[in-house]
């Protein structure tokens, strides 16, 4: 059986292990997460006082609330789209950058 190519469709879903079915996109996954709470981390020490502000929702939210809002619509922006548009998923990532921007702009 021939090795998939790199940075190929089958590339990134090939197993690494037999545990929690772990491959290339649930690692990426996990890295974006883990790196977006250390970057917020990382502002919050050089621009202390992310102090809560009104925003469209009309809720008081702090840079991590909004980060939070990001992350979870952008679930719900990828899930709609694997069940209206199936893959590839390029338009959800485009509709899930404008969704983070937004929020971080004015919610």
Known sequence: M??????????????????????????????YVF?????????????????????????DTTRGD????THLGSAFIFLAWLGLYGTPLWGAVILSLVWGFLVFRWA
């Open 2 to 31: 021939e090795a998939p190519m790199m940075f190929s469709a089958d590339w990134w879903q090939q197993p690494l292990g037999s545990w929690m079915a772990w491959n290339r996109v649930t690692i990426a996954f996990f890295l």
């Open 66 to 69: 909004r980060l939070f809002m």
């Open 35 to 59: 790196g977006s709470i250390a970057a917020m981390g990382v502002w919050e020490y050089f621009s202390p006082g992310g102090s809560p502000r009104r925003g469209i929702f009309r809720l």
